[in-house]
Each structure stands twice: as C-alpha cells, then as structure tokens.
C-alpha cells in the first residue's frame, strides 16, 4: 500500500528510526482502523520485492517493520529474506490471525476481537501489544498474556480517537499490574507518518 521511513511510533522499539512497508489486504475489519484504505489489496499496484529493498537500501535504515492492513495475508519470506541479507533488522505487526511466514528479528502480535490469532503463532511474539477500546479489552489482553512466552513484553494501548476516555483506565490498571507497559501512538502526537 506505501511505504516510507519514519520513527516507530509504538511498543518496544518506540523512537527508533525504521523504514515502514505497509502490505495492502486485511480481513480483519478492525471498527477503528485507521488505515482501512489498506483493507483491498487490489486497490495497490505490486512492487518487485528487489526494487522495495533497492528503495530500503538508499536510506539510512537499519530497521525495516512490515505493517498492514494484515501482512501475514502474503508469504514474507522472499521480502525477509531479501532485507535480512542486506543486513537490515525485520520486525513485524500482524494481528497472528494467519500462518507466520518469513525471517523474523521482533514479532509483535496485536491480537484482534474481530478475527483472533493463530494459536500456533502466539508463542512467537516478542511483543503482545492489545490496542484498549472499551474496559472488556483488558481481560483480552490478560486471556493472550496468559498464552505468549515468558519473556514477551506486555503494552497496552489506547485506541486513539478514545484516548482521553480510556488511557486513564489504562495507567490504573498498569498500576495495579505492573507486568504491563504504557504504548502510546507517539507519531501521531509528533506528527509524522
């Protein structure tokens, strides 16, 4: 759908430099998406997967984040591939609601009401990151932490158009369970893509 590199808004490597592919397709049909322009993947011309990291490779990155839509619709293994052989990190945000495919350095799973991940996926992630919608969304979040591995970090996230409603619900509840972590959408508060 586009990419382009910016800084990493959110989760675990929050204020790195990264360079973002966005893959067209998603199934999931998050209410509160804000990319839905990404959910028909025909709507977006393909790009050779050489030109893509041609185009990765003429800027400073030294990480690359797969993003979507959903991006486990495709088969990343040539994309991963590719950029892991020019030296660049791969990290990825998917929802797990489809078999994992390519090289992975980070996987950070943000499971989703709307369709739930793979349970063969789950144990992969590195980062459980549940986006915080209503007060139902944190038992979600617990039901998946209880699943990952135990070295994965736990980030709750407020939905950004009710932010001001539930981001204090969040801190309470971190308080009172402090295995999780704050993510907030920092591109979004700084302005860039």
């Not at 495709?74 to 929802?95: D, R, V, Y």
């Not at 992969?124 to 038992?139: G, R």
């Not at 979600?140 to 996230?157: I, S």
Request: proline share 7%.
């Amino acid at each position: 759908m586009e990419h382009f590199y910016t800084i990493q808004g959110e989760g675990g490597h929050q204020g790195r430099a990264a360079y973002f592919i966005r893959l067209g397709g998603c199934d999931v049909g998050c209410v509160w998406c804000d990319v839905k322009d990404s959910w028909d993947a025909s709507k977006h011309p393909l790009i050779a997967v050489d030109e893509l990291v041609r185009t990765v490779a003429a800027t400073p990155a030294k990480l690359v984040v797969i993003t979507g839509g959903e991006p486990l619709m495709h088969n990343l293994t040539a994309l991963t591939a590719s950029l892991q052989a020019k030296g660049f990190e791969t990290n990825i945000e998917t929802s797990g609601a489809h078999p994992l495919s390519g090289n992975w350095n980070w996987i950070c799973l943000s499971p989703k009401k709307f369709k739930a991940p793979l349970p063969e996926v789950i144990p992969f992630a590195h980062e459980l990151k549940v986006v915080i919608f209503n007060q139902s969304d944190f038992a979600w979040a617990e039901k998946y932490a209880a699943q990952v591995n135990p070295n994965c970090k736990l980030y709750l996230q407020p939905e950004w158009d009710k932010a001001s409603i539930v981001t204090p619900l969040i801190i309470d509840y971190i308080k009172a369970h402090p295995q999780w972590q704050l993510s907030l959408q920092i591109h979004k508060y700084i302005n860039v893509p």
